[in-house]
């Protein structure tokens, strides 16, 4: 039995408890947010952690508390979803800096992605609207089927519904701010 919400459930259980709940299949949970049903099915066995933009996809079809998925993996955390988030981070990461709230559209981060690193998870796209502007070293950016090159001090705009995946094509470590607004 899933425990209830605050009790150190994981990520994945949460999501699962709440698409039950709701009496929602994976395959419509799917159609919800944009992303592959066996994307979804990794989250609730927490064989991965979710990008942000899945996250909020999650958190807004699924009524679940930004805040409390935000703050990272609870302690009942499995080896395999530490291993996943290790990699993940090892050539993407990303450091929240608005203050995280239900109430909040607007929302802020620091990515780092490592030299010569595409992120390996799934392609991005949420509701809203991305501004992505380069702090340090490179970025390639596919919006839709448009990739974009951007250099340190260049930015970019765009609806962030579109699919869209991040790469750092340079030799350097590259830092980014990356501003996204969810209606």
Known sequence: MTKKKGTGESLGQRVKFNREKLNMTIETLAHETGYR???????????????????????RTLNLNM???????SAGVTKLRARSHKKRVDSYAYTPLTRPGSDQHLRAYRITIEPNQKHKGVEYHHEGEEFIYVLKGGLAIKVGDNVSVLTKGEHIHFNSGLHHELSNPTDDKTILLVTVYIP
């Open 67 to 73: 805040t409390d998925l935000e703050n990272g993996p």
């Open 37 to 59: 049903p066996e994307v979804l099915e990794q989250v609730e066995r927490d064989e991965m952690v979710p990008p942000v933009a899945l996250v909020i996809q999650l958190s």
